[in-house]
C-alpha cells in the first residue's frame, strides 16, 4: 500500500495540450514520479496481452479504455515506484475514473489543467505525427479524441474547479512560459 503522507496532483488537459511536456519538467524541480496513464496503456499494447490488444483498438479510435484497466496499471505503479508524491497525467478522463480512483486510492491534493485552443493542440498533434508513430496522431482520430475530450473529460475539470483544486494554466505560449505558471501553482499548492 502507500504511505500515509502520499499526495497525488493529477494533470490534464485536452490531447497536445502539453500535459506530458510539462511533467518533464516538473520531474527536473520537485521530488516527484510522474505516471503517463497513456504512456502506462501503450507499454500494456506493446507487451502483446489480450487487454492491450482490447486498448490498442480503442485507443485508435478516441475512446475510453475501461476504468478497471487504467486503474490497475496506475495503482500497480504508484506502489512499485515507492514514491508519495505523484503527478498522474491524463486521467481521471471521466467522472466516474475521477470517483472511482479517489474512493478505491485517495483525494486528490490538486489539479492542474492545461488550456489549450483545439486548432493549437490540432497543429501541434499533427505536427508530433509526423515522427511519433503514435496511431492516434492522424487528422481522423485527433478528432475523435477532441469529442471524447469534450463530452466526457471537460466534465472532470468542472467537478475539481467546485471543489477549489483546480488550477486552469493557459498552454498556448512556449513551454518554458507555461511553465513559469505551472511553478507558480505549484508553490502555492505546497504551501
Ligand atoms: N508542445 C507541448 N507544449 C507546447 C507548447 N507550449 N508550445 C508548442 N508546442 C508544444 O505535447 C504534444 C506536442 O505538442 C508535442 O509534440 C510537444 O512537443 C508539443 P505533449 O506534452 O505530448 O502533450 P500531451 O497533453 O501530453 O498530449 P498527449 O497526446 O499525450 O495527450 P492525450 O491526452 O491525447 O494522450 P494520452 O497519452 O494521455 O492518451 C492517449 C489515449 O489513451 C486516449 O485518447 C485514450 O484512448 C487512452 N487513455 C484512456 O483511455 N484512459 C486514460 O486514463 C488515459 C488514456
Ligand atoms: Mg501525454
Known amino acids: ?35 503517463s496513464a497513456g504512456d502506462l496503456l ?9 487487454v492491450g490488444k482490447k ?10 479504455v475501461p476504468v478497471a484497466v487504467t486503474l490497475n496499471l496506475l495503482k500497480k505503479a504508484m506502489i512499485e515506484s ?10 481521471p478522463r471521466a467522472l466516474d475514473q475521477a470517483e472511482q480512483f ?10 492542474l489543467f492545461f ?6 493542440m490540432e497543429k501541434r498533434l499533427l ?13 481522423e482520430t485527433i478528432r475523435k479524441r477532441f469529442r471524447t475530450f469534450l463530452e466526457q473529460s471537460l466534465p472532470v475539470k468542472d467537478k475539481y474547479l467546485a471543489q477549489g483544486k ?12 507555461v511553465y513559469e505558471h505551472v511553478k507558480r501553482a505549484l508553490d502555492g499548492i505546497a504551501a
Do not use: W
Not at 17 to 27: F, Y
Not at 55 to 64: A, F, I
Not at 169 to 176: E, G, K, N, R, Y
Open 82 to 91: 515507492g514514491g508519495k508524491f505523484f503527478l498522474i497525467d491524463g486521467f
Open 102 to 111: 479517489e474512493s478505491s486510492i485517495m483525494p486528490c491534493k490538486a489539479v
Open 127 to 139: 505536427k508530433r505525427g509526423e515522427t511519433s508513430g503514435r496511431s492516434d496522431d492522424n487528422a
Open 42 to 50: 501503450r507499454a500494456e499494447v506493446k507487451s502483446g496481452s489480450v
Open 166 to 177: 483546480c488550477h486552469v494554466i493557459s498552454a498556448v505560449s512556449t513551454p518554458d512560459e
Open 115 to 120: 488550456d489549450c485552443p483545439e486548432e493549437e
Open 55 to 64: 486498448c490498442e483498438e480503442l485507443m485508435k479510435e478516441g475512446k475510453l
Open 1 to 35: 500500500s502507500l504511505p500515509a503522507d502520499t499526495q497525488i496532483i493529477f494533470v490534464l488537459g485536452g490531447p497536445g495540450s502539453g500535459k506530458g511536456t510539462q511533467c518533464d519538467k516538473i520531474k527536473r524541480d520537485y521530488e516527484c514520479v510522474h505516471l
